[in-house]
């Protein structure tokens, strides 16, 4: 079974720039097409980035032009934010774009000055 481990996550202030990690704990061969999903505070998980297994990119109009999507080697889904906001406060996670693994544990990123 596989297990997501998000990782990256911090307090930054606003403008600022983050990386976020995604692996699979268990070492999977190679992550398929893969998303990340952000939550914010009191509101329901949302698709924000995903990246296919060959690499194609694509984004929510909320992060398109400050996040970019890329995977190393099929072993690693990264989130590299930058110019963050406050809204984009919350708990990210990454899984599947078709169907769904068990979700992680999230990695926090807070906006705040």
């Known amino acids: 079974q596989v297990q997501l481990v998000e990782s990256g996550g911090d307090v930054v202030h606003p403008g600022g720039s983050l990386t976020l990690s995604c692996v699979d704990a268990r070492g999977i061969d190679s992550l398929p097409a893969m998303g990340w999903y952000h939550q914010a505070p009191g509101k329901e998980r949302e698709f924000i980035a995903g990246i296919t297994s060959a690499g194609t990119p694509n984004y929510a109009d909320p992060v398109l032009g400050r996040f970019i999507i890329s995977r190393d080697n099929g072993k690693a889904v990264f989130l590299h934010m930058r110019d963050v906001r406050p809204e984009d406060t919350g708990i990210y996670y990454c899984?599947?774009?078709?169907?769904?693994?068990?979700w992680g544990l999230g990695t926090q990123v807070t906006v705040s000055s």
């Open positions: 899984n599947k774009v078709l169907g769904k693994w068990p």
